[in-house]
């Protein structure tokens, strides 16, 4: 009986849909999201930018809807506010713990005198 190697018919089959190529387009990570259509609009109209706009409506009291200064506080959120993943990874938190490691009583002494020319 054969034990390993090729064999005819094995595998996945050609054509076969996978699970990680799914239909939805992914946004790359460190995009950040564009601003709605009709904010951009009204934010030109009133020489703002779209986040200067967002937060203006969000922080207008007299607005009667609350459900539009809930939606601008939204919007705005991902502008502000960096999420938690974003900034030192572990590897650069690994290499940093290495060098102050390496400081004080454990770093390395200085070279020796070179006495002969």
Do not use: W
Request: hydrophobic share 30%.
């Amino acid at each position: 009986m054969a034990r390993g190697g090729y064999r005819p018919g094995a595998g996945r089959p050609k054509g076969a849909k996978g699970n990680k190529t799914s239909g939805k387009a992914r946004k790359p990570r460190g995009e950040k999201p564009a601003f709605p259509p009709d904010v951009a609009a009204k934010a030109a109209a009133e020489n703002l930018t779209p986040l200067d706009y967002m937060l203006k409506v969000m922080n207008d009291t007299t607005e009667e809807d609350k459900t539009r200064r809930d939606r601008m506080a939204i919007a705005a959120c991902p502008f502000i506010h960096a999420r938690p993943s974003e900034g030192k990874g572990k590897k650069q938190d690994k290499g940093e713990r290495a060098k102050a490691a390496g400081l004080g009583k454990f770093a390395s002494s200085a070279p020796p005198l070179k006495l002969v020319k």
